[in-house]
């Protein structure tokens, strides 16, 4: 293994959106891998990728995810680089993968997740429930979106996306009483001064794998492969099975308001799981355990009991 380590002159290339916080998880793993391996960090590369959703046209014009593409926006063109070599890993944020890799690619690495929570963010109000009759929240994602609705019918929700800085200079201009964010991301950009109020997952179940940091590489690569086993967190990882078993029977999409959290307790995992009609008139729930092993059976079975329960015409919108 000594011999195939990375060097200053050789290094291992990190592929990565350049998003504040993609470059935020990127640095974390290099800074792991290195630590792991007491290797200096120029020995590895933070390769920066544009992506299809990073177009800043589309972000500025706040046009929904589902009207560009799919989860594919922030991944395609750095597979791609991939799988052309030129580029030997790549760090994600996992609840934006889809649930089935390119051939050639396996995504089998998750770091130690951090707060899975959503965060309510407003200049002035404390809470969802402060939220005046008819008041305006922003929010690009689905999921956010179609939950707000099922709780609060009166809200008007309108599409929001950016940065954090876009999104806090939009309160500030008064185009909405409120957003939401993942507090994860908030925690590994450092950001406490943005007004942030932790969401309880009793009150918004949080997306698929929320918080978890997932490394991809080709699936032929032996050194890469050696090498991320050693920052590899079991824990996440069975956490995430069961998750993204769920989303993935379920047929998971940016165009499907789902949600998922399963949690260890000793030997007992314990999965909820939330899927939704996209304009918030119904929503289905489950809450099960059962041994850690079993979690990614529990999730493809809650998954299979939801779509049996929907009944017709709840998923109309997968088309």
Request: charged share 25%; hydrophobic share 45%.
């Given at each position: 293994?000594?011999?195939?380590?990375?060097?200053?002159?050789?290094?291992?290339?990190?592929?990565?959106?350049?998003?504040?916080?993609?470059?935020?998880?990127?640095?974390?793993?290099?800074?792991?891998l290195a630590a792991a391996f007491d290797l200096p960090q120029d020995a590895f590369e933070v390769v920066v990728i544009k992506t299809t959703g990073d177009n800043r046209a589309m972000i500025e014009a706040d046009r929904p995810?589902?009207?560009?593409?799919?989860?594919?926006?922030?991944?395609?063109e750095i597979e791609e680089a991939m799988l052309r070599g030129d580029i030997d890993i790549a760090v994600h944020s996992t609840k934006d993968m889809p649930v089935e890799q390119p051939e050639g690619l396996v995504l089998d690495t998750f770091l130690p997740r951090e707060d899975v929570r959503d965060a309510f963010i407003s200049p002035r109000l404390g809470s969802i429930r402060d939220l005046p009759d008819g008041a305006v929240v922003g929010t690009s994602s689905l999921r956010r979106r179609s939950q707000l609705l099922n709780?609060?019918?009166?809200?008007?929700?309108?599409?929001?996306?950016?940065?954090?800085?876009?999104?806090?200079?939009?309160?500030?201009?008064?185009?909405?009483?409120?957003?939401?964010?993942?507090?994860?991301?908030?925690?590994?950009?450092?950001?406490?001064?943005?007004?942030?109020?932790?969401?309880?997952?009793?009150?918004?179940?949080?997306?698929?794998?929320?918080?978890?940091?997932?490394?991809?590489r080709r699936a032929q690569d032996s050194r890469a492969a050696?090498?991320?086993?050693?920052?590899?967190?079991?824990?996440?990882?069975?956490?995430l099975a069961a998750?993204?078993?769920?989303?993935?029977?379920l047929d998971g999409s940016c165009e499907t308001p789902i949600a998922g959290l399963a949690e260890l307790d000793g030997g007992t995992l314990r999965l909820r799981g939330e899927v939704l009609r996209p304009d918030g008139s119904e929503a289905l729930n489950d809450d099960r355990s059962c041994p850690v092993e079993d979690g990614a059976a529990l999730g493809a079975e809650m998954a299979r009991d939801l779509l049996a329960r929907a009944g017709e015409g709840f998923f109309d919108w997968r088309g």
């Open positions: 293994m000594t011999a195939s380590l990375p060097t200053p002159a050789t290094p291992l290339k990190i592929g990565t959106r350049g998003s504040p916080l993609a470059l935020a998880q990127a640095n974390e793993t290099r800074d792991r995810l589902k009207e560009i593409g799919n989860k594919g926006l922030f991944t395609k709780r609060r019918p009166d809200l008007k929700v309108v599409e929001f996306r950016g940065n954090v800085q876009t999104r806090l200079r939009k309160l500030a201009e008064g185009v909405a009483e409120c957003t939401f964010l993942a507090m994860a991301g908030l925690r590994r950009l450092d950001m406490e001064d943005v007004p942030a109020i932790a969401i309880s997952p009793d009150d918004m179940l949080p997306a698929i794998a929320q918080g978890a940091i997932g490394i991809e050696s090498m991320l086993e050693a920052i590899h967190d079991a824990t996440t990882t069975r956490r998750e993204r078993a769920f989303l993935a029977a």
